[in-house]
């Protein structure tokens, strides 16, 4: 005669008659989850049921086994992907399979109690899925972080050589357009080429983040990265900045089939700026012809030798003379301007600046020693700031090449 049923026997009817409801119970679980979390309308029903019957099964094997799986034995990685490709957060992922395991739980505790399993195993199963709910949440949480600062990554790659092409010329039609789509910059409209550098000690990621708020205002448009010690980008105006410790060239209005040539006007903006040691955002209306003192060191050089370098020879009063024809030109070639913003007598000012025609052969009334003498003075400026001759200074485009 055949002997009692062994002590799994029950258990493996239970087992079965879970499985048999595996369909049902998954139709009620979607449209359930479709209800409460709506993120989860992006899921193709079909990758659900899929991802449904994988935890049913792994579900079955803890109420066979009763024994918890390891969480490096949870391979979640490729939902993961998915759920951070189609946005949905964390938190919903999780919502989702809680339910999930909760729906199995409840369908486990009905079969079980209805064929009359042994009250201590129904607890002890039970309590292996509370179990297998919480070790595979932490998993979920783990690998779901990790995707998403992988699709981050990747995002950041993918739009940092967007913005190098853009910027550099070398995109087709087809890429520009298929960017602009993608980053939300709309091709009716020019945008301004913008390199900026931290004036303080504020980091280049942090940088971007300010700026990207910045050249957003007021519906702005605005698409910014750090590529190669710099943040570099294009908006639509010029940022406000208030007290972003940040110097930036912005170059002029362009379409974004030729932004390229705005880039190219906002690296030589940048050098300059950085020459003159400012703070600020500046454009081409800003710094005017004092771009042309950094980025032409021979004609500067040229023009300290014919205007500031006899006034050597006068020792401490050639200094004073420099600084009486400074002040000059300041005020508008108004001597009396110049004598008081000097604090000395207006005769003082016009003895130093007849000392300066004799110094020099030059005439201060001729337009060309106007322009001369403010260029030569601009680069003596930024010689005595950097301490290094006009001529040691050279533009450098991000990338490491010099600029045309």
Known sequence: ???????????????????????????????????????????????????????????????????????????EADVARDRVTRGVPLSDGLRAFRRALSAIRDLFIAEATERGLDPGVIVDRTTCLWELADVASVRIATVHRQAEVASALFDARRRAG???????????????????????????????????????KAGLDALERSLQVHGRGQGRGALLTVVDEA????????????????????????????????????GRLLEAARAYGLRGVYDLSDLSWRVAVVAEPELAEL???????PLEAEGAFGALIEES??????SGRNVREAARGAHVHVN????????????????????????????ALA??????SRGTSVTEYRVVSIGGEADD
């Open 1 to 75: 005669m055949p002997g009692p049923p062994g002590p799994t026997e029950p258990l493996e009817r239970v087992i079965a008659a879970m499985a048999a409801q595996r369909s049902n119970v998954g139709g009620r679980l979607h449209a359930d989850l479709t209800e409460h979390i709506p993120s989860y309308r992006t899921v193709p029903r079909e990758l659900l049921d899929q991802i449904w019957q994988r935890h049913f099964q792994r579900a079955l094997a803890v109420v066979r086994e009763g024994r918890v799986p390891a969480p490096e034995d949870f391979d």
């Open 162 to 200: 967007f913005l190098r092409g853009l910027l550099h010329g070398t995109l087709s039609a087809t890429e520009i357009h298929s960017g602009a789509a993608i980053y939300g910059l709309d091709l009716s409209r020019p945008y301004r080429a913008i390199r900026a550098v931290p004036y303080g």
């Open 231 to 266: 943040v570099a980008g294009v908006v639509e105006a010029k940022p406000e900045i208030g007290d972003l410790e940040v110097t930036a060239g912005l170059g002029p209005p362009a379409d974004l089939a030729v932004v390229h040539n705005s880039f190219r006007a906002a």
């Open 303 to 309: 023009l300290i030798e014919r205007h500031l370098r």
């Open 325 to 330: 024809v400074r002040g000059y030109l300041e």
């Open 348 to 375: 003082t000012v016009r003895y130093r600046l007849r000392r300066y025609e004799e110094l020099t052969g030059t005439g201060l009334d001729a337009p060309d020693t106007a322009v001369e003498l403010s260029w």
């Open 379 to 384: 680069a003596r400026e930024l010689e005595r």
